[in-house]
């Protein structure tokens, strides 16, 4: 079980003006679940019952995935990041963005909708394993009319269908073939 500390902070009282005079913002503190420490956890013998993977819970497919840089590095080489999935449970964007893999280019930083699928700034290209996604939506359709049938919005493009495993290799940022 985590234990809670209070942080003690001391930060000075902003008066924000209104039209009907000054009003105060109030400062709370807010619990911060801290990890146990080694010693504590050390009181509480772990049974071996507790350890071992329940047989009834299946192990749920697993897509791993990786994503090429937009751009090479120095040595010539495509940077290179890597994430896994359980198949069917995630989106695309929210994949990368969980595990910090950049997703928009400088405007789509700022400009992005959220992933309501209504900007298209969070365009990828599907190098490899395009079975293991869905098909493309009503929303991709029309923002991807004249785009190559690889590329995607991240925000429409779920990874796996619960019951598939393998391996999608995402193109970041991609740029049109010449």
């Not at 039209?19 to 420490?37: A, D, E, F, N, V």
């Not at 049938?149 to 269908?161: F, H, K, P, Y």
Request: hydrophobic share 30%; proline share 10%.
């Amino acid at each position: 079980m985590a234990s809670l500390r209070y942080t003690a902070l001391s930060v000075p009282q902003h008066e924000f003006p209104s039209k009907y005079g000054s009003c105060r913002k109030p400062i709370t503190l807010m619990p911060r679940k801290t990890p146990p420490s080694p010693a504590a956890s050390s009181s509480f013998p772990i049974s071996a019952a507790s350890t071992d993977a329940s047989p009834a819970a299946p192990d749920k497919p697993v897509i791993k995935l990786e994503f090429i840089g937009p751009k090479p590095g120095p040595d010539g080489s495509y940077p290179l990041d890597k994430a896994e999935a359980i198949s069917g449970e995630k989106l695309l964007r929210n994949i990368m963005l969980d595990d910090k893999i950049e997703l928009y280019a400088a405007y789509g930083k700022v400009m992005n909708c959220g992933g309501g699928g209504s900007c298209g700034t969070c365009i990828v290209e599907i190098v490899d394993g395009k079975d293991l996604l869905n098909e493309r939506t009503n929303t991709e359709l029309r923002y991807l009319k004249k785009k190559p049938e690889s590329w995607r919005l991240a925000c429409q493009t779920i990874v796996g269908n619960k019951q598939n495993s393998g391996k999608v290799v995402v193109q970041r940022l991609p740029q049109r073939k010449k």
